[in-house]
DNA sequence: GACGCGTTTAACAATTTTGTTAAACAAAAA
DNA sequence: TTTTTGTTTAACAAAATTGTTAAACGCGTC
């Protein structure tokens, strides 16, 4: 027999609806093994310590959005097209798992050494990706100077922040739940013009790619 | 005879050097002791608990950054040298600082409410400051229609999101610290053109708006 | 049915962390 | 000098949290 599937995962996925859903960022092992209805010794059978149970998680989710990075990116769409279409998944994804990023943050910051073996620059780079057709966009005066770095980070910084803050920016300027995920979606637009300084264009993507950004 | 507002002080100078400079976000009370040289009981006596010690140290920052804002936005400086400072001030903060936006993030997730009476709607907005400047230059083309609040969004993400994922970006991209410090330095020109598409003007300050601004 | 094996549970132990308190201390007031 | 008031300390108590363990359980196999 091996160690049961079913179990190990229930108590990651549970966690990770805490942690990425909920927003319990410090979820003590007894609140994850409640969501996950089992018995708290269960998660240091099959994950030895609390520590090492973050550790997969964050390892997964950190994984998979490296993964949707790349393949939106090493596509065939036209760069303008990758932009809208990254645009369009980190928004959706942060409507879906608004506390995400959170704890990608969160937990970085806690242990800045994890995030040296999560993301070596020896790795695929999506700056490394964009390069070429950045420069292309640069030196045919459409775009002002900049390196693929600061480029990635200025899209993501847009993308990213909202969720971020979003208790600041809920009472700051009043929103409600609702009119906040409004907020969210119009977003899109904006921050695509605030790059392009042009309307988002419409992107049709292969089935595969969607099967992987789903 | 009043409480000694000397020590009241130092354990709240400690306590900010320990969670803004040092990141230790969760910092224990005997760490704040620690590094104030006083007994924990003291934290106690002034500020009852835990918990109301991390209120009143929100509440000082987060005053203290709606103060400048408010300062630079109110000032006389033309629209796009309000920006410009803006950014200046921003990074430079956060060189100082770098686990402010940290802290205040990290906090106002772990406790919503704790955001809702530190930025109430009905105080002073950045964004009505902004909002006849900002129409303007959307009116003459030179900016993309966008609300005020996209617009203040776009910048504070694009300030901000760079020091909360500190670690991340470091090393994804294989910086030093020197080198992370430098890249941020030419964030400030790369900010301002993202926004304005030409570069960023050299402003100078009243001497009353930079001694607020300090 | 008894055995073996992975899984699950309840109970316990150890540690960490917060909060309380009584007493010591220092300095100004009486 | 004694008293009073506010400050600081050490010791204690209580709670929360993590980690361990021995026993119970379920189930397929001999």
């Given at each position: 027999m091996v160690k049961d599937q079913a179990t190990e995962e229930l108590i990651k996925e549970?966690?990770?609806?805490?942690?990425?859903?909920?927003?319990?960022?410090?979820a003590t092992t007894q609140e994850i093994a409640d969501e996950?209805?089992?018995?708290?010794?269960?998660?240091?059978?099959?994950?030895?310590?609390?520590?090492q149970l973050m550790d997969v998680i964050l390892e997964e989710v950190v994984s998979r959005k490296r993964a949707r990075a790349k393949a939106i990116f090493s596509s065939s769409l036209a760069f303008r097209e990758k932009i809208?279409?990254?645009?369009?998944?980190?928004?959706?994804?942060?409507?879906?798992?608004?506390?995400?990023?959170?704890?990608?943050?969160?937990?970085?910051a806690r242990d800045p050494e994890r995030a040296n073996f999560l993301c070596s620059p020896a790795r695929t780079k999506t700056t490394d990706l964009?390069?070429?057709?950045?420069?292309?966009?640069?030196?045919?005066?459409?775009?002002?100077?900049?390196t693929a770095e600061h480029?990635?980070?200025?899209?993501?910084?847009?993308?990213?922040?909202?969720?971020?803050?979003?208790?600041?920016?809920?009472?700051?300027?009043?929103?409600?739940?609702?009119?906040?995920?409004?907020?969210?979606?119009?977003?899109?637009?904006?921050?695509?013009?605030?790059?392009?300084?042009?309307?988002?264009?419409e992107v049709q993507l292969t089935p595969e790619l969607k099967s992987i950004l789903s």
């Open positions: 549970k966690a990770k609806v805490l942690f990425f859903q909920k927003g319990f960022l410090d996950a209805k089992v018995n708290r010794a269960l998660i240091h059978y099959y994950f030895r310590s609390r520590e809208a279409t990254y645009i369009n998944v980190i928004v959706d994804q942060g409507l879906l798992f608004p506390y995400l990023e959170n704890f990608i943050i969160s937990e970085t964009i390069r070429d057709d950045l420069a292309l966009e640069i030196k045919t005066g459409k775009l002002g100077p900049m480029f990635m980070i200025n899209l993501s910084s847009m993308c990213n922040y909202p969720f971020l803050a979003k208790s600041i920016l809920k009472s700051v300027h009043g929103m409600t739940d609702q009119s906040y995920r409004k907020f969210l979606q119009d977003r899109k637009q904006i921050i695509y013009r605030a790059i392009f300084n042009e309307e988002m264009p």
